[in-house]
């Protein structure tokens, strides 16, 4: 039988294309990317994506007593701008000084008041906002951490009520 010259170029094209794509997705793995191949060009992205568990448990329930005890708070210090102003309260983000800062001054300092404490809240969680910040994070990919705390704050919750 005989092989054409074409054929056995395309052969080896093809077997050079999946060493490639073998070869790139080992690396990209080990070093926690995970390869997205496109069929409809021949080309390879990594996004870097971990899927390894990047908690613990403890973690678990530090995240879910500072969330509970801050929403609390949050519905507490809503409650506090909605009757004051007389009006639905703006978005504040604590991290962003700018928005406390464009508040007017008879509720600014309830918005201070509620970001200072929602700092003692997460600190005293032995977390750092940093930390907490990451884990909400995880939290909003509903995965298995936001089931894991889910669980957890049904417990906090039944503690509560104790």
Known sequence: MLISPFSISKFHKFCKYIVNISLLTTIGILGGFVPNIDTKEPRISFADYAYAQSYTQQEIINYSQA???????RQQTYHEIKTTINQRPPNIICNQPGTLQSLDSNIRGIANN???NTMRIIRDNNLTVERFNQLKQ???QQG??????QQMLLEVQKQQFR
């Open 67 to 73: 969330g509970y005890q801050i929403e609390l708070l």
């Open 114 to 116: 509620y970001c200072n």
């Open 138 to 140: 995880f939290y909003d």
């Open 144 to 149: 298995d951490f936001h089931q894991e705390v």
